[in-house]
């Protein structure tokens, strides 16, 4: 696709995260990303800076622009008011659009991430619940948690949650007309055709890649190749 | 610096908070990972202050986790945003109190983009009435619940049965504070004291009588971030972050964190576990690890609250060291009791970090 950098000035993040950079390399030295993976934020807003389609094209293909954690450190302290981890964010959005985040390791990783969200705010009004965030996936959580897990209600109970109860409180059953609600939004703005578009991109990876989309997502959810990593 | 040119910068990174009637929308994280924290909260402000903190049953996640693990469209995520101003606009409220620092951040970066772009604030009111037929005012004042209880942390240091002093030598207790990354770094000036000198917390431990501790590390991040953590090939980002703040902070004697993030306390509770079983370090003393409060739980041990009423028995990090240290009481055969002290066993121990 030609003009990718004129798709880029549209996204308003774009247009707040994305003014002259000066190439000080701030970004970077308070970057959490950069502390773990081959990750320069610095290069990326300078590649951006290029306007060259083909240069800009690579980065959206590329593992790069998923290590961000979007905790906006640099957006405190880069001394033009730029903000890296923004640009990031309108990188991604284009990746997605475009279907070229089929194309790297961290990018697949989109299709369990748009399953578990989408599937935690339709079903239950919350982006985490009790239901999906299963201590199998999370060993690292502890056996406290494990625990917490296995004595679930009575444990909330405990806590005084209001689990799944009607009214207000903790962990409440979220009303079915609520519910409904952000589905007509999903559907009004845009976040429905993304759903189908995520999908509809990564099921023919999967085809291209010999999987199947239960294997490509489990994969895609579990794996990491070692090239991500700083020495 | 001379002191006039401080006091300037100091009074742009003050906020005014409103003493009363407050429209409160929860955390999803805080919910599932300190569902105690989040029962604290109107339980302090409303039973202990008699403050109107309202909440309606039918709003929802922000979506603010969604939109950054870039799940979300931009115009989803305003318009969900824009749904729960409908909800507090018709519960006559115009101030709100967000329980989430990614939905803090949220709501302030829809409100300064609206202002920045009013024909997007448009659309998204254009859009919300199409799916909804909900319309809405902006919020007058936007805060973070640690806003709230920072301001009334002198109220709260009155009503104090312990201070965060140890009851042995009578020294303030050894602080670190972890401020969630977005609450001041996007907009410095929506957080009490900005991005650099956050107050927010510090406020609260010093009125309760404690020493805030700095160390090299205290701004950088818990090592959360988002797709970093919600998939589990890449949560190596996640820890090596924390490590990197634990391994700052180890030379200062930290007896206790404090935090105002849903998930920071989680990750910096739940990653001390993982670092002493893979490397066989801790980082408190005789084994233990250091315990990472809400600002909840801490307000709550200081008002006088059973400790497992406050949900301390859901840290992975023992808090029995901190107690005794302190002094607060607490029945350790209760610790993981359901209610009407039900029997729930117990969990299994660690190999390494020592827990009861």
């Known amino acids: ?231 | 610096m001379i002191y006039e040119g401080k006091q300037k910068i100091w009074k742009d990174y003050q906020k005014e908070i409103p003493d009363d009637h407050w429209y409160f929308v929860r955390s999803c994280i805080r919910q599932n990972f300190f569902p105690a924290s989040e029962r604290m909260f109107t339980e302090i402000t409303r039973n202990v202050l008699g403050k109107d903190v309202y909440e309606t049953p039918y709003h929802t996640t922000c979506g603010g986790i969604a939109y950054h693990c870039d799940t979300l469209p931009q115009e989803t995520a305003m318009t969900i945003v824009a749904r729960q101003f409908a909800l507090m606009t018709e519960a006559g409220y115009e101030n709100y109190a967000a329980s989430c620092i990614t939905s803090f951040g949220n709501y302030a970066e829809v409100l300064e983009t609206w202002h920045e772009f009013p024909e997007l604030e448009a659309r998204i009111r254009e859009q919300l009435w199409k799916a909804t037929r909900r319309e809405f005012k902006k919020p007058k004042y936007l805060a973070h619940t640690s806003d709230l209880i920072y301001h009334w942390r002198n109220q709260i240091a009155e009503k104090a049965k312990f201070r965060l002093v140890d009851k042995d030598t009578g020294e303030p207790l050894r602080i670190a504070e972890h401020i969630g990354c977005h609450y001041a770094k996007m907009f410095p000036s929506k957080g009490v004291g900005g991005a650099e000198y956050p107050y927010v917390l510090t406020g609260m431990v010093e009125s309760w009588g404690g020493q805030i501790i700095d160390y090299p590390e205290r701004r950088h991040c818990c090592g959360y971030g988002f797709r970093q953590y919600h998939v589990k090939a890449n949560r190596g980002y996640c820890v090596s972050n924390t490590h990197k703040k634990f391994e700052s902070m180890e030379p200062y004697g930290i007896q206790a964190i404090v935090t105002n993030c849903p998930g920071c306390p989680y990750f910096m509770d739940r990653w001390q576990y993982f670092i002493a079983e893979q490397t066989g370090k801790t980082y408190g003393k005789d084994g233990f690890g250091i315990p990472v409060l809400t600002y909840e739980e801490l307000a709550g041990l200081v008002l006088g609250y059973d400790p497992w009423d406050l949900g301390l028995q859901l840290h992975q990090v023992a808090v029995e060291p901190l107690l005794d240290r302190i002094g607060i009481p607490y029945d350790p055969k209760a610790k993981y009791l359901g209610v009407n002290k039900e029997d729930l066993l117990r969990p299994s121990l660690p190999q390494t970090l020592k827990c009861f």
């Open chain 1, 1 to 231: 696709m030609d003009h990718l950098f004129e798709e880029l000035e549209k996204d308003y993040r774009f247009r707040e995260g994305y003014h002259t950079c000066i190439n000080c390399g701030t970004c970077t030295a308070v970057c959490p990303a950069a502390e773990f993976y081959r990750y320069d934020p610095r290069k990326i807003v300078a590649i951006v800076q290029t306007r060259d389609d083909a240069e800009i094209e690579a980065l959206l293909r590329s593992d790069t622009i998923w290590y961000c954690g979007e905790c906006m450190s640099c957006v405190t302290r880069c001394p033009r008011r730029n903000g890296p981890g923004l640009v990031i964010m309108a990188l991604r959005d284009l990746s997605i659009r475009l279907g070229y985040f089929t194309e790297s390791e961290k990018g697949r990783q989109i299709l369990p991430l748009t399953h578990t969200f989408a599937r935690n705010i339709l079903n239950y009004g919350y982006c985490v619940h009790p239901e999906t965030f299963r201590w199998e996936d999370h060993m690292e959580s502890g056996p406290v948690w494990k625990w917490h897990t296995e004595h679930l209600e009575q444990s909330l109970a405990r806590q005084g949650a209001n689990y799944k109860g009607e009214g207000p409180g903790v962990l409440r059953k979220i009303p079915q007309a609520s519910l409904d609600e952000l589905k007509a939004i999903f559907d009004v703005t845009g976040a429905t055709e993304r759903i189908r578009l995520v999908e509809e991109y990564s099921a023919a990876k999967a085809r291209e890649m010999g999987m199947s989309m239960e294997e490509y997502e489990r994969q895609a959810f579990e794996y990491s190749s070692d090239k991500h990593f700083n020495e």
